[in-house]
């Protein structure tokens, strides 16, 4: 039925995070990333270890959410998305109130849309 609404939504909130991976520990110093994040040259270069380690992070809420989508068994599947799901929506509102609201927004709007689906579209 309306299950695949839910596995995109999941999917879409998996592959920003495999985005956001990449912009923090591949690309931290390019102008476009830098532009992004409203970070300077400077700040960039002296900040590149602790983003590589904030993408690594994004990356491991990635894997859970693919991880999810991916379980042999539905019923842990659902669980696995639930909790990755709900960590995503955890650091969105961190993120939003300590570094920058618009995350709230753009990390966090999908995964609520994501968590809705879990809950509902079973």
């Given at each position: 039925?309306?299950?695949?609404?839910?596995?995109?939504?999941?999917?879409?909130?998996?592959?920003?995070?495999?985005?956001?991976?990449?912009?923090?520990?591949f690309?931290?110093?390019?102008?476009?990333?830098?532009?992004?994040?409203?970070?300077?040259?400077?700040?960039?270069?002296?900040?590149?270890?602790?983003?590589?380690?904030?993408?690594?992070?994004?990356?491991?809420?990635?894997?859970?959410?693919?991880?999810?989508?991916?379980?042999?068994?539905?019923?842990?599947?659902?669980?696995?998305?639930?909790?990755?799901?709900?960590?995503?929506?955890v650091?969105?509102?961190y993120?939003?109130?300590?570094?920058?609201?618009?995350?709230?927004?753009?990390?966090?709007?999908?995964?609520?849309?994501?968590?809705?689906?879990?809950?509902?579209?079973?």
């Amino acid at each position: 039925m309306l299950s695949w609404l839910r596995l995109i939504l999941v999917g879409l909130v998996a592959i920003e995070h495999i985005y956001i991976l990449y912009l923090e520990m591949f690309a931290w110093t390019t102008p476009r990333v830098r532009r992004i994040f409203g970070t300077t040259s400077a700040f960039a270069e002296e900040s590149k270890a602790l983003a590589a380690n904030q993408g690594l992070y994004n990356g491991f809420l990635a894997a859970g959410l693919l991880w999810g989508l991916a379980h042999p068994d539905p019923a842990v599947g659902l669980q696995i998305q639930l909790f990755f799901v709900l960590c995503v929506i955890v650091a969105a509102i961190y993120g939003g109130l300590t570094a920058k609201r618009s995350i709230l927004y753009v990390q966090g709007g999908p995964a609520l849309l994501a968590l809705l689906a879990v809950i509902f579209l079973r």
